[in-house]
């Protein structure tokens, strides 16, 4: 809606005099207005964007709200609505003021208007018309926008389901699992009745059965003697050592299992108040007590012949009433091993009929299974690949680089390297054609990619437009850079979007194992900076990760915590550098310059502000500057003083607040705004240009001078000579210095000091610090510079001017 309103704004701006903006709408439930779009050249920073609908009641804005009418309100309208008693005076006073309702049906939703603060512009019946006409497809946007809220409500509610039935069908596959695990224990149970050599060899096999359905270190199995008086344990294992021997029948846990006839599940707690019940009696072996003891009885046709329990020592393996019912029924199959001797023929019967039933279930739960395997198996690609393009995601590829690693460590011979790509004009072509070509784009990319690599190899995509390769099994590192060579030349060549060739490239960051003792952090965030290297060299080229790079960054964070750590006050200078008129030697203006004092760290101009800027200091560094600036100017008052240069960062022109801070302090020095000149490098306002050029509107409105710097040391367009209100140019040095080599250079100067000329832009050479530079731009035309060779020469002139005098 924000691109909707800006865009209404501009086309109403091209049928009718509509600098001044704004759309509100009213809320009646909260009983509020909200300023959706404002712009105004005056009250732009003192209107809130949500206001209690009585508070604009009595305004013009409000008079709307209440009769639902458009208003034309010149001032001899405003002046007999105030007099009525219908409005009263909000806001700032206007020359003329045009507003209509938004009607949804018979509602009154908002208002629209547009007012002039200007003689010169004012409105008639033809702009109401064109206004009221316009306020219906606003209407119409909004009731979209609900209509897309609650289709996207209703996605949202159906991808919640959906996620709820993906859990509950994890949860059932997770039980299905345990019942087959359940069912394959039970079924070898029943199997050792027939494979079993002896019953030594059953009762361990039966104990490694047990094992895996429930916790069993401690297990053993009790049967009575034919005569009932005596209990014997022929298998009984205890992670104490303690052993069990046969003993008379008494009132033991065992014993007590066997008069119930019923399992039982015992604690501390219950087992004291089995003492004091005379159920049983304590132990007189002085063994450990077990925390918790299950027991279940061996019953062949009715009757108790003996017992099968397990028992935990500590909290770490505790039981639950599930484990009591599976012992309870694990033990049935246990009394029908036992007396298989007495009754083969029984014991085959239960055998076959379990066999049967297993076998039943088993091909139900089959076939089951594999749909819910497949269905894991779609999720778990899901989860681990990129939506658009099927490549790897960072998850599994950040998996197989530590599988990479790990192999390093047991094969130090194994070299394999990591290789990061970030394309260039992603964005561009993504906002031009939509994300649709952009996706288009984005596919091409990665077959490119892969064409480039091996089939061992993995290309995978980050997100955006960022790419990262794992290269394995490597002889040498010219194999890395081979495949970064063959994956900048593939995406050098155009890519057909949309029926037109477009370009894009890429810069390539190499980061080799070191090592055994390597990791996957180290690998990914080397690539990363070597990538960010290439590109910091132009693009389109490979970096290979050094240690010289690695301590590059080391210092610069250094260099960063230092910069943060700085006192203004103490830590800074400000320099001075005239600017001179060349022909005449006379001063022009004075740059002022912030200098970083610090001797722990060697760091040249350019370093130092790209390090404020990525700090965000830069913005407390240049209004230290300005105030500088002001002080001096205002110490100097009574005395010819030239234009004040002051360098600032181009983020002080994406708020209007920001805007507001440097006007303000220029105001507290009571100092003329046509004494200072702003300077805003070039490269900085590639982004943003709207915002920007509002806001140097306001400042050359205001009476500063504005300069645009560096010019020339990134694309150098001429838009900004055309459209920004730039009244000085300023050459970057780097580009007076390439003049003196490259015909190109020269050859764009001369167009640019003529459409200077004839634009009334003064051009200003910054960076002359030798004679040939001086003589290249003076021959060119351009007659105001800065520098070195200029400064000291105009001092030389004159100390010898004074010689002479003398």
């Keep these: 809606m924000d691109s909707f309103y800006r865009s209404v704004h501009e086309i109403i701006g091209k049928l009718m005099f509509a600098k001044n903006f704004y759309i509100c709408l009213y809320d009646a439930q909260k009983e509020v207005v909200n300023f959706v779009y404002f712009v105004d050249e005056v009250d732009q920073d003192t209107l809130f964007e949500e206001l209690p609908v009585e508070k604009l009641s009595a305004g013009l804005t409000g008079y709307i709200l209440r009769t639902g009418e458009p208003l034309l309100c010149p001032p001899e309208v405003y002046q007999q609505l105030i007099e009525n008693g219908d409005v009263k005076e909000m806001g700032a006073a206007h020359v003329d003021w045009l507003g209509v309702p938004l009607k949804s049906g018979d509602h009154v939703i908002g208002v629209m208007v547009v007012q002039s603060y200007n003689d010169a512009f004012r409105y008639d019946e033809k702009d109401e018309e064109l206004l009221t006409f316009v306020s219906q ?26 996620r709820h039935a993906n859990e509950s069908l994890m949860r059932e596959i997770t039980e299905r699992e345990k019942a087959e695990q359940q069912t394959a224990a039970l079924f070898a149970i029943s199997e050792l009745t027939n494979t079993s050599d002896n019953m030594a060899t059953f009762y361990k096999s039966l104990h490694a ?30 992670v104490t050592g303690a052993q069990a021997e046969r003993r008379r029948v008494s009132r033991g846990l065992t014993e007590y299992v066997i008069r ?22 304590p132990g007189t072996g002085g063994g450990k007590l077990a925390k ?61 009929f379990l066999e049967k039933k297993v076998t039943e279930r088993t091909e139900e739960l089959v076939s089951e299974i594999e749909r819910r395997k497949k269905i894991e198996a779609r999720l778990f690609h899901d989860a681990h690949h990129d939506s658009l393009t099927g490549l790897p995601n960072r998850a599994l590829f950040t998996e197989r680089l530590q599988q990479a690693v790990a192999h390093k460590k047991r094969h130090p011979e194994h070299h394999f390297a990591v290789l990061f790509l970030d394309l260039d004009r992603f964005k561009n072509i993504n906002d031009t054609l939509g994300h649709s070509a952009g996706d288009e784009f984005l596919l091409d990319v990665a077959k490119r990619v892969s064409d480039c690599t091996r089939e061992n190899d993995m290309v995978a995509r980050l997100g955006g437009d960022e790419f990262v390769v794992l290269l394995d099994t490597m002889t040498s590192v010219d194999d890395a850079k081979d495949v970064a060579k063959r994956m900048i030349k593939s995406l050098a060549e155009p890519f057909l979007l949309n029926g037109q060739e477009h370009y894009s490239g890429a810069s390539v960051g190499i980061a080799l194992c070191q090592g055994e003792h390597d990791s996957v952090e180290r690998l990914l965030r080397d690539a990363d900076a070597a990538m960010y290297q290439a590109k910091t060299q132009g693009r389109g080229r490979y970096v290979l990760f050094d240690e010289y790079m690695h301590q590059s960054l080391v210092d610069s964070v250094k260099r960063e915590t230092a910069l943060r750590h700085a006192k203004i006050e103490e830590d800074f200078d400000i320099e001075y550098q005239d600017i001179i008129e060349l022909t005449t030697n006379q001063l022009v203006g004075i740059e002022m310059q912030i200098r970083w ?84 490098s070039e490269t900085a306002l590639t982004q943003n240009d709207r915002r920007s050029l509002a806001s140097l509107r306001r400042l050359s409105e205001l009476g500063f001078t504005l300069v645009i710097d560096h010019f020339g040391r990134g694309a150098g367009p001429l838009q900004y000579l055309y459209n920004y209100p730039f009244s000085i140019l300023k ?62 020469g105009v001092r030389s002139q004159n100390r010898a001017d004074k010689r002479s005098t003398a």
């Design 137 to 162: 497809h606003v209407v119409n946007a909004l009731e979209r926008l609900k209509q897309r809220e609650l289709m996207q409500n209703e996605i949202e509610h159906q991808t919640a389901e959906l």
């Design 209 to 238: 059965e047990i094992s895996k359905l429930i916790h069993a270190d401690n297990f053993y199995v009790a049967l009575l003697s034919p005569d009932k008086k005596y209990l014997h344990f022929p298998y009984h294992v205890d």
């Design 260 to 281: 119930e006839q019923r399992s039982l599940f015992l604690n501390a707690r219950s087992r004291q108040q089995l003492i004091e019940d005379g159920q049983v009696t």
């Design 292 to 352: 918790q003891w299950l027991g279940s009885p061996l019953m062949l046709k009715g009757e108790v012949f003996g017992v099968i329990a397990v028992q935990t020592y500590d909290s770490e393996f505790l039981y639950r009433n599930d484990d009591l019912e599976l012992l309870n029924f694990v033990s049935q199959h246990v009394a029908v091993a036992i007396d298989r001797k007495r009754s083969a023929e029984e014991i085959q019967r239960v055998n076959q």
């Design 597 to 680: 004092n610090d001797s722990h760290h060697d760091i040249s101009t350019d370093e130092f502000v790209a390090l404020a800027e990525k700090t965000g200091l830069i913005m407390k560094l240049d209004r230290y500057v300005l105030k500088r600036c002001c002080e001096r100017l205002n110490q100097t008052r009574q005395q010819e003083l030239p234009c004040l240069h002051v360098n600032l960062s181009a983020r002080h022109l994406l708020k209007a607040g920001y805007i507001n801070q440097l006007i303000e302090l220029v105001k507290r020095y009571d100092i003329a705004p046509d004494r200072i000149a702003l300077e805003f």
């Design 731 to 792: 050459l970057d040095h780097n580009y007076v210095a390439r003049l003196k080599s490259n015909e190109r250079a020269r050859a764009m100067l001369k167009h640019v000091v003529t459409l200077c000329d004839e634009l009334g832009i003064r051009l200003y050479a910054a960076g002359l610090d030798s004679e040939q530079e001086y003589a290249n731009i003076t021959q060119l035309g351009v007659s105001v510079g800065q520098g070195n060779y200029v400064t000291d």
